[in-house]
DNA sequence: GGTTGACTTCGAGTGCCCTCGAACTGGAAG
DNA sequence: CTTCCAGTTCGAGGGCACTCGAAGTCAACC
């Protein structure tokens, strides 16, 4: 393999590491779509671009915060549409801003009831001691 | 049923509404221990006191907070055992509020991704306009 | 006293998201 | 040239947290 491919592709065990899933996750979201179909070498093995590992990388974090793979998917159709589906992407992504928004005020609220629980255990131990 | 027995207790319909549970989910949590053994009225029906809603409503703090249904059981275990363990229950609240603060800390990181995300498309959006 | 509707138990089924085993292939190192 | 490792496909399996269907019971209302 020359330099250029050497620099700039990963195998799908390097790709997965630098992204933080495993080799099976990589494939599995190739085959449901959430992933273009990534290049090959010469032997059929996936070789993975700087953009790919960057739009797995966008896809972890839309994951971590909750979003379904089904609308990962949905989102990867438009994506793979073009120019003319930025919009819908954009629309998407408040969207979902929106509903991260609302979980980090939950966690709030919750975090609160801890706290509260916490006092309470605090004081209840200092009751026996 | 006496009045008294009206005013404090709920049926597992209303327990789960107030909870915002399903009468199924409330039976499973029994099952699994999440909840202590519901007091049955003559016919063998479920009635939720004052205390079991409210014990059910920390628990649905915990699960909103991505508490594992295992751990939620490990920390009803310990509450049965009274105030003994008043000292590892207050040590799994902190544990906990350790972890859903990381996990609000991941929150904001991803939301800074999401709107540098639409920033992008708006960007974009006006490229083509 | 019959109908309705909410309850009971039990085990099976569902949805989501991976995770893995099996059988195979091909390039690289010794 | 053999050994080894990381890759390939395919379909099956697993963990988690419910969710439901079936068959039955019982209190309440008309």
Redesign the pocket.
Known sequence: ?DISTRETSL????AAERVGL????L??YEQEGLVAPVG?D?????RYTESDVNWLFLLTRL?RTGM???DMRRYAELARQGDRTLGARRALFEAHRRRVLARMAELEEDLKVLDHKIDAYRRAEEELA
Chains 1, 2 share one sequence.
């Open positions: 393999m195998t799908v065990g390097e495993t080799t099976y996750t494939r599995w090959r010469s032997a059929g093995r996936r994951r379904p793979v089904r």
